[in-house]
């Protein structure tokens, strides 16, 4: 599946074939994810590889995806969705990007993207996003694309021998469809 961003820009399901590549881009930008994702201090190849094949699986049972951020036929991030709610009519959406890509607005757009596939194709109600308090670029996406901020959770998530703060974000499809 691939969900059109712009001219430069898409989202394509990551495939098993994409493992190296990711892994790559994880290695070259290690000490950039590292302060606000869990997984990224001590990510190596085989765990890339197994984080794609569990995201396939929930790909194929209809419980969300991982999608790779294209830029120009190049991976530059991951965007995505951890798993659906169906019953709630909720999902969330996480992402991160290759520093040297940062401030362009491609996750911006990324995440729009996924929005409205969410609110669209699968006719949800709510999207969530947490972002670390104190990443201040994760969280202008979510600011700049109209959700509400809901909340902290506090010292919700461990990175390191560190607790950081969660802020929640929420959208609501407002819209007739339902």
Sequence with gaps: MRIPVSEQLQLRVLEEADAEEVHRLVEANRDF??????????????????????ARE????????EAAL????????CA?????DWAARATSIGYWLAEEHCGRGLMTQAVRALVDHAFGEWALHRVEIRA????????????RLGFQQ?????????????????????????????
């Design 58 to 65: 929930r790909y194929a049972r209809n419980d969300g995806f």
């Design 33 to 54: 994810l590292a302060p606000w994702m869990p997984w990224a201090r001590g990510q190596d190849f085989d765990r890339t590889r197994n984080f794609i094949r569990a």
């Design 150 to 178: 809901e909340g902290v959770l506090r010292e919700a998530e461990r990175v390191g021998e560190q607790y950081q703060d969660l802020i929640v974000y929420g959208l609501l499809d407002t819209s007739t469809r339902r």
């Design 80 to 84: 995505g969705f951890p798993g659906v």
């Design 132 to 143: 670390a308090a104190e990443n201040v670029r994760s969280r202008a996406i979510p600011e």
């Design 70 to 77: 294209v830029a120009d036929g190049r991976i530059v991030g």
